[in-house]
C-alpha cells in the first residue's frame, strides 16, 4: 500500500442511482443536480450575439418620455417598475409594470405618482412587489419619496415625503437598498443646476409605505476630502456580497470650464443602527465631460463609462475594493471617436453587466451625423476591458435620448431601451454572444461512475464519497475544481467550484461541502 486511497475500493460509498437528463458521455464526468431530481453533465451552451426586433412601450404624445427614465427589476415576481415623466400629461411623473413573457414585452396601466412638472427619477425594488422612488420637481427642486406597491399590472402609491426641502441641481440621483438592512442610501447635490453645493447621503427605512428619512450626512464628512472634491453627479450601488455601497461621483465644473470634471469614488457602509461610515475614496481620473453610467462586475470591482475630455471619446476606468480601499485601473478610450456623453443633460451612455457570460455591455450615441446609437461587449481580465468594434442600431435611431440598459437575470438577457427615431421608447432583447455554464456555486453533485444515455438511469458518486472511475492524471493531495466547461482541474479561477481532494491519480475525495 503506496498511498490512503489503497484503502478504499473504487467509489467507495456515496453511489446514487440518477436518471440522465440528456446524455452523460462518460465515466468521471462532473455532474449537477436539477430541481426535478435528474442529473446533467456539466457543460456550457455557446450562442451567438442577438438583439432583438423594437418592441413598443405604449406610445407617447407629441414626442417621447421627459426628463429622463427610471427601471427597477423584481426578483421575486420577475417584473419591472418603470418610472418616468409623461409630456402627454405636462410631464407629470408616471409609473407603470413591464414583464416579459417568451419574449414579448408587455406594459401595464399607467400610474400617475405626481401631477406636476416631473424633474429627474430614481426607483429600486425594497421587497417583493415594493418599490422605493426618489424623484424631484420643477415646481421647487426639491426631493421627494414615494413608495410604490404592485398588485398584477396595477400600481397603488404611499404618501410623499420630502427628502430635501431645499433646491437639489437637477441630475442624475443616486439609490440603492441593501436587503441586510432593509434599508437605502440616497445620494443627490444641492444647488439650482451650475450652482456648487456639497453632495450628501440620507438613510431611509421603509414600513409599509411610510418613509422614515435619516438625517442629511456630508460627503466630506465621510471621507475627509477637500469640499472642491465632494461635489458633482453621484451614483450609488449596494454589493450584496459585502453590503457595502460604492459611491462614485465627479466634482464640479471649474472656473468658467464647463467641461472637464475629476471624478472620485468611496465606499459608504450602514451599520444596524442606521450610521452612515465612509472610506477608501480615490480619485479615478480628471478627464470626465460626462458620466455614462455605473455598473458591478461581481468579485468586488466596478465598471465607470464616461465621455473623455480627449476629443469626447468613450472611455472606461475599472475599480477594484479591498478592505475598504478603492484602487483605480487605467483610464482608458474604447471607441476613438466623438461621442455624446450629454444631451441638454440627458445622459447618452449607459453601461451594464451581463454576469450570465461574464461580459461588460455597454451603449452610447456618436456626435457626428446620423447619430445612430452604438453597442458593444467587453471582456475584463484584470481591470482592462477588450471591447469588441461598435455596431450601429438598424433601424437607425438618429439623434433621441434616455438609453437605459439593464441586465435581467431570469432571461440571462440584457434589455436595451431608448427612444426611437419616433420619439416612442422601444425595448429590445439584447443576447450577448459567449458560453452559458449550467454550473452554479450550489448544484454540482457528483462524479459518473460511467456514461449514461438520455433518461436512462446510473450511477454518480456524490459528495461525501470517492470517486475513482474515469479519472486519470490527478496530482494526490492537490484540490480540484470543476470548471465551467466541465473540465476538472487545479484552476480554483471563479466559476469554478471545488470538488474535493485528489487521493491518488486516479481518484478524488469529493467534499461534502463544495
Known amino acids: ?99 416579459i413573457a417568451s419574449g414579448t414585452v408587455s406594459e401595464g396601466t399607467r400610474s400617475a405618482f405626481y401631477s406636476g412638472s416631473l424633474g429627474r427619477t430614481s426607483v429600486r425594488c425594497i421587497g417583493s412587489n415594493k418599490f422605493l422612488i426618489i424623484y424631484q420637481t420643477y415646481s421647487d427642486f426639491y426631493t421627494y419619496a414615494k413608495v410604490a406597491t404592485v398588485s398584477g399590472t396595477d400600481i397603488s402609491y404611499g404618501s410623499v415625503v420630502t427628502i430635501n426641502g431645499a433646491s437639489t441641481t437637477l441630475n442624475e440621483m443616486g439609490l440603492a437598498y441593501s436587503a441586510t438592512t432593509d434599508a437605502s442610501i440616497v445620494a443627490y447635490k444641492l444647488g439650482q443646476a451650475g450652482v456648487e453645493s456639497e ?34 453627479s453621484p451614483q450609488i450601488i449596494n454589493n450584496a456580497s459585502s453590503d457595502e455601497f460604492f459611491l462614485f461621483w465627479t466634482a464640479p465644473h471649474t472656473g468658467s470650464s464647463f467641461t472637464v470634471k475629476p471624478a472620485w469614488a468611496g465606499i459608504v457602509t450602514m451599520s444596524s443602527g442606521g450610521t452612515l461610515a465612509g472610506s477608501g475614496a480615490a480619485k479615478a481620473t480628471d478627464k470626465i465631460k460626462a458620466l455614462g453610467g455605473l455598473a458591478y462586475l461581481g468579485n468586488d470591482t466596478y465598471v465607470v463609462t464616461f465621455e473623455g475630455e480627449v476629443a469626447s471619446y468613450a472611455r472606461y476606468c475599472v475599480a477594484t475594493v479591498s478592505s475598504g480601499a478603492v484602487t483605480w485601473g487605467t483610464d482608458t478610450a474604447y471607441e476613438s471617436s466623438a461621442q455624446a456623453g450629454l444631451f441638454w443633460t440627458v445622459p447618452q451612455m449607459c453601461v451594464a453587466y451581463d454576469s450570465s457570460v461574464d461580459k461588460v455591455v455597454v451603449a452610447q450615441r456618436p456626435t457626428a451625423s446620423p447619430y445612430n446609437r452604438t453597442f458593444s461587449t467587453g471582456v475584463l481580465s484584470g481591470t482592462t476591458i477588450t471591447f469588441a468594434s461598435l455596431t450601429a442600431l438598424s433601424p437607425a435611431t438618429g439623434l433621441t435620448n434616455f438609453p437605459f440598459l439593464i441586465y435581467d ?76 466547461d466541465g473540465t476538472i482541474s487545479t484552476v480554483s479561477t471563479s466559476p469554478a467550484v471545488k470538488i474535493g481532494k485528489a487521493m491518488s491519480a486516479t481518484s478524488i475525495n469529493l467534499e461534502y461541502r463544495s
Open 1 to 99: 500500500m503506496t498511498n490512503l486511497a489503497d484503502l478504499f475500493p473504487a467509489g467507495a460509498g456515496k453511489q446514487v442511482s440518477f436518471t440522465a437528463s440528456g446524455a452523460i458521455s462518460a465515466a468521471g464526468k462532473p455532474v449537477i443536480l436539477n430541481s426535478a431530481g435528474t442529473v446533467t453533465q456539466v457543460s456550457e451552451t455557446t450562442r451567438g450575439n442577438t438583439i432583438g426586433s423594437e418592441q413598443d412601450l405604449a406610445t407617447f404624445s407629441p414626442t417621447g418620455i421627459a426628463n429622463g427614465q427610471s427601471w427597477a427589476y423584481d426578483e421575486t415576481n420577475d417584473r419591472y417598475l418603470w418610472v418616468y415623466g409623461n409630456p402627454d400629461a405636462y410631464s407629470r411623473g408616471y409609473g407603470s409594470v413591464v414583464t
Open 409 to 484: 437575470p431570469s432571461l440571462e438577457q440584457t434589455l436595451f431601451i431608448y427612444e426611437d427615431s419616433g420619439d416612442d421608447m422601444v425595448l429590445r432583447l439584447w443576447e450577448v454572444t459567449g458560453a452559458i455554464p449550467n454550473l452554479t456555486a450550489t448544484n454540482f453533485i457528483g462524479i459518473s461512475d460511467a456514461a449514461i444515455s438520455d433518461t436512462s438511469s446510473g450511477n454518480v458518486t456524490i459528495k461525501g464519497g470517492i470517486a475513482a472511475a474515469g479519472l486519470t492524471s490527478l496530482t494526490s493531495g492537490s484540490d480540484y475544481y470543476v470548471q465551467a
Open 199 to 232: 453632495i450628501k447621503l440620507r438613510r431611509l427605512t421603509v414600513s409599509g409605505t411610510t418613509i422614515t428619512v435619516g438625517s442629511a450626512v456630508n460627503a466630506s464628512s465621510l471621507f475627509g476630502a477637500t469640499y472642491e472634491e465632494q461635489h458633482g
